[in-house]
């Protein structure tokens, strides 16, 4: 459903009745800033906070796994390392404190736009928090061109990558 700026209760009672119809699998929220909260909160870090413990409860209600989307904050844009952390999440600690697993996408090449950057054509996945296991960085192949990510082999990027 892409209605804009619903709101947590209208995304579980339609998550309810898909689940009822068609055995939901998964919830994906693109992207969480996007949604509504309670119009009572003034705040919007608070309305992001409550939006956030309210898909957590969505969650473990419907026993459904939710990928819910987060723009970051700019301040990474000022600093030499480009890479996201946990405090880039932008409007509110509440999603680092609810989520099961944080992960970032990071592409040298979005900042490093030369030619000669051996980091083309190359992502990291990076885990910055997984309650119940490692964090890390993963190292996957970038293909530009289809916009497509694939497992990382040590051998020169493909030709028609972006």
């Known amino acids: 459903d892409d209605t804009a700026g619903m709101t ?7 998550a309810r009745r898909l689940k009822s119809e068609h055995d939901l699998g998964l ?29 957590k409860a969505m969650a473990k209600e419907l026993d459904v796994p939710v990928i ?5 904050n700019r301040s990474l844009e000022s600093r ?5 952390q946990l ?22 090449e979005v900042y490093n736009k030369a030619e000669d950057n051996p980091n083309r054509g190359i992502a990291e996945l990076i ?7 490692p964090i890390g960085t993963v190292k996957l192949t970038f293909l530009g061109h ?6 990382y082999t040590n051998q020169e990027a493909p030709m028609g990558y972006e």
């Open 87 to 108: 405090s880039d999440l932008r409007e509110s600690g509440a999603i680092e404190q609810d989520a099961d697993v944080i992960m970032f996408i990071y592409r040298d």
């Open 27 to 55: 919830v994906v929220v693109d992207y969480l800033q996007l949604m509504q909260g309670n119009s009572r909160i003034e705040n919007r870090t608070q309305e992001i906070s409550d939006i956030s413990r309210s898909l």
């Open 146 to 151: 289809i916009t497509t990510f694939e497992s």
């Open 127 to 133: 885990v910055g928090k997984q309650r119940n296991g």
């Open 8 to 14: 947590v209760l209208e995304m579980r009672a339609k």
């Open 68 to 72: 819910a989307l987060s723009q970051l």
């Open 80 to 84: 030499t390392d480009k890479r996201p």
